[in-house]
């Protein structure tokens, strides 16, 4: 089976967040592809910049690690 695979699952990643472990299961072990918008993908850099700007760890890199993934 295909997904599509929401914003909220790899922000949930990204800024290791409560839900982290599951949806890191998700994305590992679920079989078929997994897709993501231009949209995701955008919002997700948008959301990285936003916290980068109020202070927290550089996520630049996570920006740039996550495009490469």
Same mark, same amino acid.
């Given at each position: 089976?295909?997904?599509? +695979?929401? =914003?909220?699952?790899?922000?949930? $990643? @990204? @800024?290791? %967040?409560? &839900?982290?472990?599951?949806?890191? =299961?998700?994305? %590992?072990?679920?079989? &078929?592809?997994?897709?993501?918008?231009?949209? =995701?993908? /955008?919002? $997700?850099? +948008? $959301?990285?910049?936003? +916290? /980068?700007? +109020? &202070?927290?760890?550089?996520? /630049?890199?996570? @920006?740039?690690?996550? &495009?490469?993934?």
């Amino acid at each position: 089976m295909n997904y599509l +695979v929401d =914003t909220n699952i790899f922000l949930e $990643i @990204l @800024l290791n %967040q409560n &839900g982290r472990k599951k949806c890191e =299961t998700f994305l %590992q072990d679920e079989p &078929g592809a997994a897709w993501i918008s231009d949209f =995701t993908l /955008h919002s $997700i850099g +948008v $959301i990285l910049r936003a +916290v /980068h700007r +109020v &202070g927290a760890e550089p996520k /630049h890199r996570l @920006l740039a690690g996550f &495009g490469k993934d």
